[in-house]
């Protein structure tokens, strides 16, 4: 009993500081000394799936305490989606994989007496909704609670990472204005580098993981998070053609996803024929688990970016002179690229921000 406990507390302790392969490692001397101990396992999966590191496929354990099974299952449900390529029947499955996020992360609100948890759930829940394109009750579900202790740097790191991809949707006003989000996200990683046994690096997969535009949005903006820069390569980079990675990308693909990572509502995708083949090899396995993408359009960040000052508006020009944002015709939005052409000229500082926003909210 003693040596289990111990193991699993030094594995929590690691996991908050985004030590995620040394969290692993203090449960596997316990492990080996009894193979045979469900709430070792369990512990160990509710690690692996909180880390995005338990495939979707796999068979959970439910033997934990009740906070710990719905954490769990949370994690798991999150894999689950984010393995499905978000077009045609997929996105109807991934849309009600979320709700069933939503259900079982009910028990956060109604049970969860720790901080630690409650601030978990409260990212769960925001999560959910912002990728049901419900930003707006993302920010309600956000709101109230206490504040993350120093050392939670994983609490941190995701509720930070959330308030950056408010930032990405039609929002007019921010539940906390973007220097601010941008500095607290900031911190985490600061403090991360300082706090004995804490893994930078770690904490940048985790964000990289649930939250990939704003792991790309740390990569570009003025005074980036250097553990970000290898998430530019998620980027789609448009002419008159789009690639992710070296892989052709359909140009509707590019306006639907678009649409997707700026949470306004999609027009539909025909994904038959050489679509769909091509929308399949975006899929990858990391870790012995299926990831779709994650292919990210550049216009979410751009929108982002233009909530800043002047150096945002020079970061945005680049990039978008870096990447491209829409290729040219046959994308079968014609509304979307009428967007873009509003956000063209924000991004040039003619037009106001409320204008590229107001924009978004019409689409």
Known sequence: MQVRMSAINLANGLMNLGAFDSALESLRPALNAQPDNALLWAHTQ?????????????????????????QLEAGHLFAAAESLPPAGKALAQREQVLREVL????????????????????????????????????????AGGTQAQAEDLFNRALLAALDLELAMTPLDKLRLPLHEAEQRFRAVFE??????????EGLAALVGRW??????????????VLEFLPALDLILRVSNRASWRGQAVPAPLVAHLTRLG?????????VGGNVAYQIARL???????????PVLPLLPMLVA????????LTTARRAWKDFGVLPTGNHNDPALADVVEVWRVVVDGQRPLADGLRALQDL
């Open 262 to 270: 700026l949470r306004v509502p999609t027009i539909g995708l025909s």
């Open 191 to 200: 403090d991360a580098r300082t706090i004995p046994y804490a893994d930078p």
């Open 283 to 293: 899929g990858r396995e990391e870790n012995g688990v299926k990831i779709w993408g």
């Open 46 to 70: 509710w690690v692996q799936a909180l880390y995005g590191r338990l495939a979707a496929d796999e068979q959970i354990r439910r033997d934990g305490p009740a906070q710990q099974v719905w």
């Open 305 to 312: 970016l233009a909530r800043g000052g002047p150096d945002h």
């Open 103 to 142: 259900a079982i992360s009910e028990q956060s609100v109604l049970r969860d007496i720790f901080d630690s948890d409650q601030l978990f759930g409260r990212w769960v829940r925001g999560r959910a909704r912002l990728l049901l394109g419900e930003y707006g009750v993302a920010v309600q579900e956000l």
């Open 211 to 224: 939250h990939p535009q704003a792991a790309v949005y740390a990569a570009l903006m003025p005074q980036p």
